[in-house]
């Protein structure tokens, strides 16, 4: 049986998905706002998403977790590792929900879910697939340490490749 961890940080507890996490995702995922995410898309699309986000577990023993700011027990966001056949090498993934921006909470979630990825994981190399576009998540990346790899292979040709530095 995999067990899914539960991460935190001094303000964030990232925790396994739960069905309680639907509504504010496909909200979310049909929004505009996931329009760096490939949406806004349908809703069964949005159901494969999220179911894909917890069996990453089952099938690579990692996959997404959902942030929540201890103080105020509010899900903020999500972070996540990917891969398979969409993903040339493990990604570090993150985003936020409407109204959670500009506090931290994507750099300290996906630092936490990286130190993870490179400690308890093993990973030798983490990238990150980001639209040249998505300026908030190209800083973020930066931010991170992350240098854009224009060598890397990728799924879609237009995505930049951030390769975040091994810790």
Known sequence: MTVIPTLET??????????EDWPQHER?????????????????????????????????GHGALMVDDKTTGKTVGQVGLNHG??????ELGWFLY??????????????????????????????SYIDPKNERSRKLAERMGAVIDPDAERHDPVDLVYRHPAL
């Open 10 to 19: 001094e303000r964030l507890c990232l925790r396994p998905m739960t069905i």
């Open 28 to 60: 979310l995922m049909g929004s505009d706002r996931s329009q760096f995410m490939g949406g806004p898309t349908p809703r069964h699309v949005i159901w494969g998403i999220f179911s894909h986000d917890i069996a990453h577990w089952v099938l690579f």
């Open 85 to 90: 056949s969409l993903f040339p090498e493990h």
């Open 98 to 127: 409407d109204g959670f921006e500009g506090h931290g909470y994507a750099l300290e979630a996906a630092q936490r879910m990286r130190k993870w990825a490179f400690e308890e994981l093993g990973l030798k190399t983490l990238v």
